[in-house]
């Protein structure tokens, strides 16, 4: 069964720190390109950060800097650990895998609040 499950949101003052992750099965995971979406109440989700199937990343430019992808070919994982967080950053973080000419998949999502 392909499957993405994501982990790791909640709720945390601006400023901390929260480390996102996503744990995939029933594909071949080292093939696919991951990436981390967001979407925010009222707003069209937007791609945060990607990282290709033989490691290069990148990053939309808001959060470049603070945040950081890395993914953990060995246990199907991919991680998005974001530091100085900002109330901005509050949104649903969906974790996509993604192989050209095969249909996307999608986790359900994890909510990220920052907030004082």
């Known amino acids: 069964q392909v499957q993405i499950v994501e982990s790791g949101g909640g709720l945390v003052q601006p400023g901390g720190s929260l480390r996102l992750s996503c744990a995939a099965s029933g594909f071949i995971f080292s093939r696919y390109d991951m990436s981390w979406y967001r979407q925010a109440p009222g707003k069209e989700r937007e791609l945060v950060a990607v990282?290709?199937?033989?490691?290069?990343?990148n990053y939309i430019d808001s959060v470049k800097g603070r945040f950081t992808i890395s993914r953990d070919n060995a246990k199907n994982t991919v991680h998005l650990q974001m530091n100085s967080l900002k109330p901005e950053d509050t949104a649903v973080y969906y974790c996509n895998a993604n192989r050209r000419f095969l249909p996307a998949i999608w986790g359900q999502g994890t909510q990220v609040t920052v907030s004082s």
């Open positions: 990282i290709t199937s033989v490691g290069g990343t």
